[in-house]
């Protein structure tokens, strides 16, 4: 038989357990303390607290089971990604109850960073839109600035074209000819 002292620090363990959101099957099971004690620490939590454990039960298969923080939106949708997800239940090593809480906790910074992705998004479009513009804007300038380089070089020739004729002109008649003979 247990003495009382000895009992009694069990008992205080059991009411931090149970402060912490572990239930009367888990204390049973998982840490092997006995029912009687399990339920002395009930009943003295349920003395200090004046309610039971914080914890949400159902009853499936005829056990009573706590339930567990799925990694899931509202919606139904994963926030862990199931390859990931995978991933850390194999690298944590707890029980089913502690992978919950550690994936769920996992998620915290994930969801952040679909936050912010989808903040960005639209930012993201925009200077590419953007950068398509500015692409499209280019292109057009240069074929328009060879086309206007083009059409002044018509022009200066069309203009610089009389006084090339003139000049011609001038010079042949002041210009000795040789084919006339020279006395």
């Known amino acids: ?23 009367r ?72 109850r502690d992978q919950r809480i550690f994936m769920a906790g996992m998620s915290v910074p994930l969801m952040g960073l679909r936050l912010f992705v989808e903040g960005v998004k639209p930012l993201i479009e925009l200077l590419t839109t953007w950068q398509k513009g500015q692409a499209e804007a280019a292109a057009a300038a240069q074929g328009s600035s060879m086309e206007i380089a083009r059409e002044a070089a018509a022009g200066v020739a069309e203009a610089i074209s009389p006084a090339f004729e003139s000049l011609k002109a001038s010079m042949a008649a002041s210009a000795p000819n040789p084919m006339q003979a020279r006395q």
């Open 25 to 96: 099957v888990q204390l049973i099971k998982d840490f092997k303390y006995s029912e009687r004690t399990v339920d002395a620490g009930i009943k003295r939590y349920k003395e200090l607290h004046g309610d039971g454990p914080n914890t949400k039960q159902t009853k499936g298969n005829g056990e009573i089971k706590a339930e567990t923080l799925p990694a899931k939106a509202k919606t139904g949708e994963g926030i862990i990604p199931e390859f990931i997800a995978a991933e850390m239940v194999n690298i944590f090593d707890g029980n089913e």
């Open 1 to 23: 038989m247990v003495d009382k002292p000895q009992e009694e620090t069990i008992i205080q363990r059991i009411i931090e357990l149970l402060e912490k959101g572990y239930t």
